[in-house]
């Protein structure tokens, strides 16, 4: 499900500006609370990107009030209790800055995020993934198989070496088809919809911060409730 405007146009730029700040400060190695993934191939990609660049950064709703008021949004939390079966309670079970740096973004292969997660029930859980930047075929916008949560959680396989892990089955998934979003929208999917991001060789950055939010009544192995933000 696509929202063309999730974030007003300045909470977008704000927004915008304080994640390229904690990129910096991630780039120079003083970023405490966060996460961070470097992308392997930024180095060689250019000559002028011989620089770290950051790929992933977690928990930003850690920086405090301003991210975890657009976290508790209710332009996003009226869509997550919709699909996550009308629920009264909702809680951010993790959220992260996913970047794809111009030039030398590296995909984002193939899975279900509840592969990572383990959430039940399956669709006690949504992903909201807002653009900071227009996310579009060239730069790496998000591809969905559409109907894919169909198919129940699937067998993933780690990629050696990497932090991705793959669909590991015999029969065919289906189609890949891109779902580009505008600057300040979002894409909303369950946590069992096969979906994967390309490189981005555009000279474009790509940047979108994804919430995973689950209703009161899911559970999972990894996260306690007590540990996750109440965001309604
Ligand atoms: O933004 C990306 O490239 C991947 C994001 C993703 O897999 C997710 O939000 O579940």
Redesign the pocket.
């Known amino acids: 499900m696509s929202c063309p405007e999730v974030l007003a146009p300045a909470a977008r730029a704000e927004l915008s500006n304080r994640i390229w700040d904690l990129v910096r400060d991630a780039e120079e190695g003083r970023s405490g609370k966060h996460e961070v993934l470097l992308e392997p191939g930024a180095a060689a990609a250019t000559a002028t990107l011989a620089k770290p660049a950051v790929r992933k950064l977690s928990s930003l709703v850690s920086e405090g009030e301003f991210f975890r008021e657009i976290a508790a949004s209710p332009r996003i939390l009226e869509l997550v209790a919709e699909l996550t079966g009308g629920a009264k309670s909702i809680y951010l079970y993790s959220d992260?800055v996913?970047l794809?740096p111009a030039f030398c973004g590296s995909?984002?292969p193939l899975?279900q995020?509840n592969s990572y997660f383990r959430v039940t029930p399956h669709s006690h859980g949504v992903?909201c993934?807002v653009a900071i930047d227009e996310a579009t075929v060239e730069n790496?916008c998000?591809n969905y198989i559409p109907g894919s949560h169909k198919l129940g959680l699937i067998n993933h396989r780690a990629i050696p070496n990497t932090p991705h892990h793959v669909p590991d089955v015999n029969f065919p998934l289906g189609e890949e088809v891109p779902a580009p979003v505008p600057a300040g929208g979002a894409v909303f999917?369950h946590l069992l919809c096969l979906?994967?991001?390309k490189a981005n060789h555009s000279a474009h950055p790509?940047r979108?911060w994804?919430l995973?939010y689950v209703n009161g009544e899911a559970h999972s192995p990894h996260r306690e409730y007590k540990k996750m933000l109440r965001v309604r």
Request: glycine share 6%; net charge positive.
């Open positions: 992260q996913f794809k995909e984002k899975h995020d992903t993934w790496g998000l999917h979906h994967s991001s790509r979108a994804a995973h």
